[in-house]
């Protein structure tokens, strides 16, 4: 108790505090204590679907939740390493770490990691390759984020055919898409519900809105609930990370 009380004043101090929702040790939830943590993959070979706005957003809900969570970047243009950065730059607290590893060797170090955290969250890269692959013999649930619109959901169609041909040797890989960018107000049209329900794998309930709080906090380094606390869009990132932690109990 005492080593963490002097430790959080000394980060205090230092300007690289948890912010206040992070839970210290002490009162984290019950966690996965002795095994290894889950891997969560968000991958789509579209560009500008959402892999790192829902990676950097899913992972910050786990972590404010207590969770050790590690976020590994595997888009070789480094999207979420430049959020962390913008993060530092800003004095914002470190809410988990954010490391680059666009390698093919992926699927080896991510169990490693794993076995130091709770969930570990892969960006995804932008293209069907080696990498989406390795990615997908770690991962335990895959999520693709996908624009409510056909034409994006059959844009997503070698993910899909990737995912498929994984679960022939990994048949315990879960898959779900996530609708992001859903214009606020408006339920999905009918064409994006058929193309999605033509798919192997079912879309979460839990939706993800357009809205501007997504793109500004990215691009400020925060989070949208960082941003504006209780917002609608904090709503649906809690709601999203519930759906996830269901899918991998
Ligand atoms: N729900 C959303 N609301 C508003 N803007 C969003 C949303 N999701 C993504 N964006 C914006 O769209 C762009 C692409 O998103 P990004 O997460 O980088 O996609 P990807 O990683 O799949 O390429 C970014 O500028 C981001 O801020
Ligand atoms: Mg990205």
Redesign the pocket.
């Known amino acids: 108790m005492e080593v963490t009380r002097a430790r959080t004043e000394a980060a205090q101090k230092s300007g690289t505090a948890l912010p206040e929702a992070v839970r210290t040790p002490e009162n984290r939830l019950p966690g996965r204590q002795g095994q290894p943590g889950k891997v969560i993959a968000l991958l ?1 070979q ?9 990676a950097t957003h899913l992972a910050g809900e786990l972590a404010m939740a207590g969770s050790r969570v590690t976020l590994l970047d595997a ?1 070789p243009q480094g ?1 979420a390493l430049d959020w962390a950065q913008r993060r530092l730059q800003n004095g914002q607290g470190r809410l988990y770490g954010v490391f680059g590893l666009a390698r093919d060797s992926l699927h080896q170090e991510a169990p490693q990691i794993a076995l130091e955290a709770d969930y570990v969250v892969i ?1 995804g890269p ?1 293209r069907v390759a080696a990498l989406a692959r390795s990615a997908l013999l770690a991962a335990d649930l895959v999520l693709i ?1 996908v624009q409510p619109s056909a034409y994006d959901v059959w844009a997503s169609h070698e993910m899909v055919a990737l995912i498929a041909e994984a679960r022939v040797f990994r048949p315990q890989l879960r898959a779900a898409f996530v609708i ?2 859903r214009v606020v107000g408006t339920v999905i049209g009918r064409e994006a519900r058929a193309a999605l329900a033509d798919q192997p794998f079912a879309a979460l309930q839990a939706e ?5 709080v ?2 500004d906090s ?2 400020a380094g925060r989070l949208a609930c960082e941003a504006a606390p209780k917002c609608a869009a904090a709503r649906e990132i809690a709601a999203l990370a519930q759906a996830v932690q269901e899918m991998l109990r």
């Open positions: 789509n579209k560009g500008g679907a959402g892999k790192t706005t829902l888009d999207s960006d932008p984020p992001n960018r993800v809105s357009q809205r501007i997504f793109a990215v691009a």
